[in-house]
C-alpha cells in the first residue's frame, strides 16, 4: 500500500486482543498509532465517550470507528478490510 489510512487503537500493554490486532494491522502493512489508556486515565473517559464501549482494543481507521480485535478480524475474512485501509488513506 502506498499511503496508509492512518489507524488509531485505544489499548493497554497486557490486553491480547490489542496485541492480536496490532500484528493483523501489521500483516497489512499498517503501524497503528496508539493510545494507551492504562498509562492514561483521561483518554480511557475520552474513549468511552466517543464509542461507548468500555472494553480494549478499540480500533480507528481514518475517521471509522471500527470496534474491536473481533470486529477488525470480521472485516479481514469477509475481505472489506483492505478496501477500508484504501478508502481512509
Not at 49 to 69: D, E, M, N, S
Not at 74 to 88: F, H, I, V
Amino acid at each position: 500500500m502506498g499511503d496508509a489510512a492512518r489507524v488509531l487503537m485505544y489499548c493497554t500493554r497486557i490486553c491480547p486482543y490489542c496485541n492480536m490486532a496490532d500484528q493483523l494491522l501489521a500483516r497489512k502493512g499498517v503501524k497503528a498509532d496508539k493510545i494507551l489508556v492504562d498509562e492514561l486515565p483521561d483518554q480511557r473517559a475520552e474513549m468511552v465517550r466517543i464509542t461507548g464501549r468500555t472494553t480494549v482494543p478499540q480500533i480507528f481507521i481514518g475517521t471509522t470507528h471500527v470496534g474491536g480485535y473481533t470486529d477488525l478480524a470480521e472485516l479481514e475474512r469477509s475481505g472489506k478490510l483492505d478496501a477500508l485501509l484504501a478508502s481512509q488513506a
